[in-house]
């Protein structure tokens, strides 16, 4: 069966094939549409930045992770949930979290969003609870 991907997916493939032998830092938006045959445009369509394109790697994969464990239930759970994917592809994370910094870097959206689903996790977990 033929997995058609997302335009998210063919530019999130490009940013990680691009990151293999560059610095995230170095990479621009225009190489990664060039390198996905991809516009501008397309990019901005679905992204702010890079940096929102790195997130949505990361964040996506901790999504799947919360989903497939039915919620996080303890801190250990937690911890191992948002850590899974950065040992999965440690050398891309590296990568992203050496040469990325500032307010819109991935540490911080990617940090947001976490808690943003544990916080979710916690309430569901109250009122099921109650």
């Known amino acids: 069966m033929i997995i058609r991907q997302t335009t998210k997916e063919v530019l999130a493939a490009s940013m990680m ?14 190489e990664i549409v060039q390198n996905c045959g991809l516009t501008a445009t397309t990019f901005y ?9 790195l997130a949505w790697i990361y964040n996506r994969k901790v999504e799947a992770l919360f989903a497939e464990t039915s919620g996080i239930v303890t801190w250990h759970q937690f911890l191992m949930a ?6 999965e592809n440690r050398t891309f994370y590296k ?5 990325t910094a500032g307010q819109t870097s991935f540490r911080y959206r990617t940090n947001d969003y976490a808690i943003s689903l544990l916080v979710a996790c916690r309430e569901t977990k109250r009122r099921l609870s109650a």
């Open 82 to 87: 948002v850590c899974t994917p950065l040992q």
């Open 45 to 53: 369509n679905h992204f702010q930045d890079k940096y929102q394109l």
């Open 17 to 30: 094939e691009l990151a293999k032998t560059k610095s995230v830092d170095k990479i621009s938006i225009k």
């Open 95 to 99: 990568n992203v979290l050496k040469n």
